[in-house]
């Protein structure tokens, strides 16, 4: 390196360093705030200690299983690093160690294989913990973040691919990820705000969300839109979208060729969609019951205007899936013929077993996330994205933690996790009241547990057809809690189980060489693992499966395509709206 190179690295080091100690004074006062309990944080250090407590009692009431435990992690580990000098051998399938270099030379496969040898032991051992219990899943989650985070793979002068860029670039990479921390820094404004992708790769209503179409109506809550067809001629029916609120509507209307809203105007469908409100104080006491009256029941009011149709088609993704599914049992409950067919993706509605999320949702911080957001009205979004990212911790924290800072990289273009980051606030009464009515009390499948607009719900009344799909590697959603659909509905009901998780497996369009694939079995036991067993896998896309589900469906002949504000609802903006674009 010549003595002018080694001048400006030096001197933008001294620079990030200032910048640095500017920022962690800021960290320093939020750790400081989250651990006395002043700042609302994901992570309940009370409960998670007392998990372990409990947790390492039950363990110790058989001091001799856990010392063979603890002697076969030892065995584990050291014969981990005996075979890693023995040449050969097959490179294990985890993404964290994938590139080469991890087989190359004795030293990195007995790092590599010795710290899997221990995550797995670890696994056996807490296995033997008591199943369905609150303390067991925390100390699992827990136990797997600390591991996970002492992965080889994360440090830079283990992992062999960082440590051979550093030599390379001479040091350059390793400044480059000093900046990309600073940056990250300093946008989280004192928390670490990983960027997972490049924000300027994409800007909606330009290279997202680009569907042609026009908002016809909309009140304080959401904007409706109606897309331009895609066919000289339409099916009757129009088809509502109800995307959830957690996100941007825009996961259905990506790129032109991932875009399911595109695939359904190809098919000959009237689309008309729901765009959310990004929610403020002033939207602090908006309900559940209000997002069903200004969403779905609205939107369906006014494509009747716009239309002149008396019936229609819905779907609803997630937490858009559960509004669908508690409206539905209010029109059944009303006599209300309007709803044809309907569909959920990824949505649960047994809540019996939430999977992972249930480390961070119970009473107690139910308590405290209600005192929190009593001044601001909302919860600010970033933590959701914390707790979504914890779940899947190696995928969304620790592989970019390589990549941006030991690798001093950015982040590649890529849509899914752009609107991954575009996430939205959730207003207080609408959180608490799902939280603690749906989530902790599992409302949704009881019959008139809950009341919503005066009218007790019951799922049993919902007589539509209803297209069901799940994801088999869902970690918000898990399958298992979507799959009691079947049975708690009097109506018809089609489940699709798709590969992939919770955004992967749904946005899966049709492809000459097919990413995922999906499982079919029309038998329905109560054992989501017999129906599994009995399952057929098909590989590519489950859009179709669904498109011809609908026309199975539709009798009617089709009409002449509706054009978008040619009715009585005249356009008020073109796609895809103010509300989305709202930070």
Known sequence: ???????????????????????????????????????????????????????????????????????????DWAQAWQNAWTPGGEAPKDKRFRDRRWQNDPYTRGMRDAHLALEQATEDFLARLPANSKDTLRTKFYTRQFLSALS?????????????RFLETDGESLLQGFRNLVEDLERGEGRLDI????????????????????????NDLMQLIHYAPMTETQKKRPLLFVPPWINKYYIFDLRPDNSLVRYMLEQGHSVFLISW????????????????????????DAMGEATGEKRFDILGFCIGGILVTATLAILAARKDKRIATATTLATMVDFTDV??????????????LREHMKEKGYL??????DMFSMIRENDLVWSFHVMNYLMGRKPPAFDLLYWNTDSTRLPAAMLL????????????????????????????????????????????????????????????????LGASGHIAGVINPPADKPKYGYWLNDDYPADPGEWLKGAEFTAGSWWPVWSDWMKAHDTEPPIKARQPGAGKLKAIEDAPGSYVRAK
């Open 1 to 75: 390196m010549d003595s002018a190179r080694l001048s400006a690295q030096t001197q933008e080091w001294l620079e990030l360093m200032a910048r640095l100690q500017t920022v962690t004074q800021r960290s320093q006062e939020q750790a400081v705030a989250k651990a006395v309990g002043n700042e609302f944080s994901v992570v309940d250090s009370r409960s998670v200690m007392e998990a372990y407590l409990r947790s390492l009692n039950e363990m110790l009431r058989n001091p001799v299983e856990a010392a063979g435990y603890a002697q076969r992690m030892w065995m």
């Open 152 to 164: 080889p793979s994360n440090y830079l002068m283990l992992n062999p691919a960082a440590r051979d």
């Open 195 to 218: 960027n997972t992708n490049d924000p300027t790769a994409f800007e909606v209503g330009k290279d997202l969300a680009t569907t042609p179409g026009k908002v016809i109506y909309q």
């Open 277 to 300: 409100v990004n929610p403020t104080e002033e939207h602090a006491n908006l309900s559940f019951e209000d997002y069903m009256k200004l969403g779905p029941l609205a939107a369906l």
């Open 355 to 368: 999977g992972e999320l249930g480390v961070f949702i119970d009473r107690d911080r139910l308590m405290v």
């Open 380 to 385: 600010e979004n970033y933590h959701l994205q």
């Open 433 to 496: 009241w799902y939280l603690e009515k749906i989530y902790i009390e599992n409302g949704l499948r009881q019959p008139a547990h809950l009341s919503l607009d005066g009218t007790p719900i019951d799922l049993s009344k919902i007589d539509v057809p209803f297209f069901v799909l799940a994801t088999k590697e869902d970690h918000i959603a898990p399958w298992t809690s979507i799959y009691p659909t079947t049975r708690l509905l009097s109506g018809e009901v089609k489940f699709v």
